[in-house]
């Protein structure tokens, strides 16, 4: 049994700054890489950011630096710190975590995600 919530969502002006925060737990004690999407809408989701277990990240090219994801292992949380919001970013953001490599078949466990609007 293995739950993925997200919280941190809300309304900002154009301009400001959102932290999200997502929490894994349940019957597994580590996951692997863990990460942020998000779906507009009409449209499809897509990749924001992702993290390893080592602290690698990837970022999506529409994030041109305004955006960071950090990780507590210990915890199974991760971040995602959002400066600098334009209306564009206005999306529901879901969180996603991949179990543990030892896991057959491995599964990845998704969030119900947390709304992000950005309008003034």
């Known amino acids: 049994q293995v739950q993925v919530v997200e919280s941190g969502g809300g309304l900002v002006q154009p301009g400001g700054s959102l932290r999200l925060s997502c929490a894994a737990s349940g019957s597994i004690f580590s996951f692997d890489a863990m990460g942020w999407y998000r779906q507009a809408s009409g449209k499809q989701r897509e990749l924001v950011a992702v993290i390893s277990t080592g602290g690698t990240t990837n970022y999506a090219d529409f994030v041109k630096g305004r955006f960071t994801i950090s990780r507590d292992g210990a915890k199974n949380t991760v971040y995602l710190q959002m400066n600098s919001l334009e209306p564009e970013d206005t999306a529901v953001y879901y969180c996603?975590?991949?179990?543990?490599?030892?896991?057959?078949?491995?599964?990845?466990?998704w969030g119900q995600g947390t709304q992000v609007t950005v309008s003034s």
């Open positions: 996603n975590a991949a179990g543990p490599l030892w896991q057959r078949p491995r599964i990845s466990y």
